[in-house]
């Protein structure tokens, strides 16, 4: 086996392993973005594993499997995320919605005085 080939790095796991990190960092900060990253990093991911499956030579599989994780773990971090920010939201409305002093400044504001 050829030196070049010995320490050879699957670029597809290469990309799956950063788009997971950015996955994760997203996934907490910008939750759709996250997710939109993470689904990406998984398709690499498995594409990395396969082509390791097919040719051992270009390596053991180890950053295809981290991207693989990685992204995953991004992808389920944004869907909690947005699972909270909707329930927190759902909370307010339905606390201000059962709130009177808030009911009425609302009416003031869209009822016209005469």
Known sequence: MPAAQAGSTNGLAVAALVLGILAIIFGIFVAPLGIILG??????GVMARNAVKRDPSIGRGGMATAGL???VVGVVIGIIIIVI???FTASVVNQLENDP?????????TVPSQ
Not at 39 to 44: D, E, F, N, Q, Y
Not at 102 to 108: H, I, M, V
């Open 101 to 109: 002093d808030f009911q009425q400044q609302l009416e003031q504001l």
């Open 39 to 44: 689904i990406i990093g998984i398709v690499l």
């Open 85 to 87: 920010a909707i329930a």
């Open 69 to 71: 994780i990685t992204s």
